[in-house]
């Protein structure tokens, strides 16, 4: 052994190694790949060094050489290493040396790489420099199995390094395939097809492998060479014969499956295509797929029927004649029964999509105007087809009971995986509907009297087939109960359910009776049953949290629709709920098992909008709310006892049932309106009024509390809704405490909305307390919120932050937009809040010409046109407010309503922006009105001018002002504006 061969060897050594060893091999493998003559080394290695790591080297060697080299070698070098390669794959010795090696019969890696050695050459030389390559190769397949081995090993590699698309290819690969596979069509892919044929007819029993090995050659190349070659007399019943010979073995039986499909799956035209597949006649094979179904044949053969339906199918829909698509349709009929066995019971091919392909033969059926009864039979074993596969595998069944960690990812699996199902069972519905309902029922049924162990996964699959149905339903079928409706809604509603205590069967339960419930609007007959399945342990008690927890939510929805119809139930509801009910106001958290403070809020909204209806007696009404609101606010009061002096761990858990108590009064007075609470019987206004006594107390206690306080604020919101113009007085002492605490931009945020919220509820009465409020609003937000905007600037501002500024100055624009249409711009006038007018009217002014969002700037030039007409009327001798004329028309007029709109920027194309100029011609009217000709002197003489807009244009625009074609002058404005930006290319800066 050299040393060359000892370097090889410790580079493929996998074991301890010495650690100078392998780096110094590596150095002496890459110098010596780099010798002129490396290649004629390598060729007497392989010839004579019977060392498989060696050989592999070599021919990795080879391999790299001429991919790098090649046109830089010489012809005899090329003669040489092509004659001795080629030579070694044929079994040819070196002047009859019978102590040659034999490559060819070494291990599959290095026979592979000698493969990939052939096709590097037949890459740079077939056909111009070697074109007997193929032809000289099949005069040796004579030698027998290692030899044809290894010539289906160099077309397998050609395939693979090549010609097959299903990877990506380079231009230049692309045009050296096409030159191959033109020459082998013209020179020598009949002669292989034929030796095909004659090898697995000759080899079929004594060699299954090579047979296999052939066969799967074949089939690689079915996709490009003449059909004809292969879909003929000779070759089509062979395959056959060797599919159905059961004594063959499965590996050759399976291959020629693999073949017969490549027929099936070539690229032709229909009109050729059809003619093939009847040919074929593949009912031959239907028998096979109810064997073994774990078998490797059974798979190839399901593949086969699949891939031969999909292609019937696709015939179907491209051609026109009647006579064709009625050929097509009896062999989609004769198909189809065995590819929904396939579907139903076998592992179906990675390649083949259920759901379209029976999205397509659904398709085909639309346009019939009836179904015959074998396509009839076709849509239910389709909706077979769905409910098996919409089923879980039993092997989950605790997880997702459970919803661990395993249960929670098989569940969104599944769901998404469904999602194409229930769109093709809906698509079922529209062709089918009564067929698909029937369908349905029949499964309800039969899960709930079948003992299988598949007994959950069946009622699951079963009842989300009812819930997916009804997606697609109208209200008015819904209503009337149309087809089998009318039979399954009460099957669902009377029916005890297998499987029940299971998390999932519990929950697909509930959602269905929430989607059909305007069936049970309109049979009130079977509200008892609803409110059975949903106040005993199927629902609100079950023994599954997640259940129950959704339950809540579900119930809610179901009360809202429901409503008056449930006014005698309440007293039964309510004894039902009274445990739940207990559980949730109890002081101990933790004992809830529920992961927020939301969570069972929706069972007190449920509650209010039952027993806040006027059909409720009086004094009853007061006792019901009696019995929620009177421990809710204990809670709160116990809380906040125990929080002020509970410990670190014990404090969030505290305040958690707090926030819990919050929620549940804010959802209980959902069901309470205004007219009820305040007109007609006060006395339920004053039990809510009573709960913001202690409210307030919280702000005080715990003001810095953030969840605490967004609790709070939510409910001030919704008191304020509910008792109208009643909870006035409680709002002074509020707001005093909520600004005191709202140091924050996102506290502040906060608060603003709960203004607008008021002022846009009681304007005017409002006026006081903003008159309060406002200065100290101002003071904080013009801190933080420079009068220029807010832009990119120094200092250690993080990107949250920024965000929250942002939004502090949209809410403040929106506040100031509410106050200035909502006649409360005097506020703006009040001693204390003179100060703020002009950083106000700056940052207004600044926004309205430069912010990106069209709606923001269209914003505050709406609260301009308002400060106009409250603060400049068409007459007075004493400005209002000393400077804001002069201010309007010199600097908004000029930069907002002239400058701005010159900017290429403002987009006259733009919905939006010319939203925006209709209030910018709108304010240059307001102006107009209240300034006079002072604003038209300075039109004339300043703003004009300083744009160079020539006198004609500006005179002919000033007299548009005056008039009252309000559309017009628009019109010319624009015009106007155009010729500026032409003359001078909208260069203008805002000043």
């Keep these: 052994m050299d040393d060359l061969e000892n370097a090889i060897l410790i580079c493929f050594e996998s074991g301890p190694v010495e650690a100078s060893l392998k780096p110094q091999a590596a150095a002496y493998c890459q110098q010596a790949k780099e010798a002129p003559d490396i290649c004629r080394i390598c060729i007497q290695k392989l010839w004579f060094c019977g060392l498989v790591q060696v050989q592999f080297w070599c021919l990795q060697t080879l391999q790299d050489v ?63 420099v070697w074109s007997s390559v193929f032809v000289d190769f099949m005069g040796h397949l004579s030698k027998g199995g290692v030899v044809i081995d290894m010539f289906c090993r160099v077309l397998n590699g050609l395939d693979d390094e090549l010609i097959s698309l299903d990877y990506p290819r380079s231009p230049e690969e692309i045009a050296v395939a096409a030159r191959v596979k033109d020459a082998m069509r013209q020179q020598c892919v009949p002669q292989i097809a034929r030796a095909w044929y004659d090898i697995v007819s000759l080899y079929r029993n004594s060699d299954p492998e090579l047979s296999a090995t052939v066969l799967d050659c074949m089939r690689r190349f079915v996709s490009w060479i003449d059909i004809n070659l292969v879909a003929n007399d000779a070759f089509v019943p062979l395959l056959f014969e060797l599919i159905l010979s059961e004594g063959l073995a499965d590996q050759v039986r399976g291959a020629a499956a693999g073949c017969v499909l490549a027929m099936v799956a070539k690229r032709m035209e229909p009109h050729s295509k059809l003619p093939l597949l009847k040919t074929l006649q593949i009912s031959r094979v239907f028998g096979l797929v109810s064997e073994d179904a774990d078998s490797e044949l059974v798979a190839k053969v399901s593949a086969l029927v699949t891939g031969y339906a999909v292609e019937v199918l696709e015939c179907h829909k491209r051609l026109n004649s009647e006579e064709t698509k009625a050929v097509s349709m009896d062999l989609l009929s004769e198909v189809l029964p065995s590819v929904f066995y396939i579907m139903r019971n076998c592992e179906v091919d990675s390649t083949f999509s259920i759901v379209q392909f029976l999205m397509g033969y659904v398709s085909t059926l639309k346009g019939l105007p009836a179904l015959k009864e074998k396509q009839l039979l076709h849509i239910t074993q389709i909706l077979e087809v769905i409910r098996i596969q919409i089923c879980y595998d039993p092997m989950y069944r605790n997880n997702l009971d459970a919803l661990d960690k395993i249960g929670l990812e098989e569940e969104d699996r599944m769901s998404e995986f469904r999602k194409d199902l229930f769109v093709l069972l809906r698509t079922v519905g529209r062709v089918a509907p009564e067929v698909t309902q029937h369908f349905i029922r029949n499964a309800l ?11 959950f996964e069946e009622v699951e699959a079963a009842l989300s087939l009812l819930y997916s149905l009804g997606e697609s339903m109208t209200e008015e079928a819904m209503k009337s109960g149309s087809g089998c409706l009318s039979v399954l809604i009460p099957m669902l509603l009377t029916t005890k359910f297998p499987g029940h205590s299971h998390r999932l069967v519990a929950l697909v339960y509930l959602e269905n009776i929430t989607r059909y419930m305007k069936f049970i609007q309109e049979n009130s007959q079977y509200i008892p049953n609803v409110l059975g399945a949903f106040l005993d342990e199927r629902g609100l008690h079950h023994q599954n949290v997640h259940v129950s927890r959704r339950a809540y939510y579900l119930f809610m929805r179901v009360v809202k629709l429901l409503k008056s119809k449930l006014v005698p139930f309440i007293d039964r509801i309510l004894q039902n709920l009274q445990d739940t009910l207990s559980q949730l106001t109890t002081m101990n958290f933790a004992s809830r098992q529920l992961s927020g403070t939301e969570d069972g809020s929706h069972i007190f909204e449920a509650i209010g909008l039952i027993i806040g209806l006027e059909d409720v007696p009086a004094e009853k009404q007061s006792d019901y709310l009696s019995l929620l609101l009177t421990p809710l606010c204990q809670q709160i009061e116990k809380g906040l006892m125990e929080a002020k002096v509970a410990s670190g761990e014990d404090f969030p858990a505290k305040i958690a049932n ?84 709202s140091e924050q931009p996102k506290e502040m945020v906060g608060f603003l909305v709960l203004l607008n919220q008021l002022i846009c509820k009681f304007s005017g009465s409002l006026r006081g307390i903003l008159e309060e409020v406002y200065p100290v609003v101002a003071y904080r937000i013009f801190r933080v919120i420079p009068i220029d905007g807010l832009t990119p600037r120094t200092g250690a501002v993080t990107d949250e932050e920024m965000r929250e500024l942002i939004e502090l100055q949209r809410t403040l624009f929106t506040f100031l937009h509410v106050m200035a249409t909502h006649d409360l711009s005097s506020v703006f006038l009040a001693p204390k809040s003179m100060t703020y007018i002009k950083p106000m009217t700056l940052l207004l002014l600044n926004t309205s010409c430069t912010h990106k969002d069209i709606t923001v700037r269209k914003a505050c030039v709406q609260i301009f046109i308002r400060l106009i007409e409250d603060w400049c009327p068409k007459s007075y001798t004493v400005e ?66 300083s744009a160079n807009c020539p006198q004609d244009m500006a005179e002919q625009y000033c007299q548009k002002l005056q008039g009252n074609d309000i559309g017009g002058l628009k019109s010319y404005y624009q015009s106007l504006i155009k010729n500026l930006r032409l003359q001078q290319n909208g260069n203008h800066v805002f000043r």
């Design 66 to 128: 001429l991919r790098a080299s090649y046109g830089s070698m010489s012809l005899d070098e090329r003669r040489f290493v092509r004659s001795s390669v080629f030579s070694m794959a044929c079994l040819e010795g070196v002047d009859n040396n019978e102590n040659v090696v034999r490559v060819v019969e070494g291990p599959v890696f290095v026979k592979n790489k000698l493969a990939q050695v052939l096709v590097t050459l037949i890459y740079f030389e077939y056909p111009l």
């Design 445 to 455: 049924a039969n899960a709930v009297e079948s003992s299988s162990e598949r007994n």
């Design 658 to 741: 707090i926030q819990f108590a919050i929620v549940a009064i804010n959802a209980l007075s959902k069901g309470f309106s205004e007219r009820l609470v305040t007109v007609s019987r006060p006395r339920i206004g004053l039990m809510f009024k009573q709960t913001l006594d202690v409210l307030l107390r919280i702000l005080v206690e715990f003001p810095k509390v953030e969840p605490l306080r967004s609790k709070v604020i939510s409910l001030i919101h919704r008191m304020v809704e509910t008792l109208g113009p009643s909870v006035l007085p409680y709002l002074p002492k509020a707001l005093e405490q909520l600004l005191a605490d």
């Design 880 to 945: 209002k407010v000393p400077g804001f004329q002069d201010f309007m028309i010199k600097n908004f007029a000029t930069n907002c309503c002239l400058f701005s709109v010159l900017n290429t920027s403002f987009d006259f194309n733009d919905a939006n922006t010319q939203g925006l100029l209709n209030e910018i011609i709108t304010v240059q009217k307001v102006m107009y009105e209240r300034f006079g000709n002072a604003f038209l002197m300075h039109l004339m003489s300043g703003a004009f001018p």
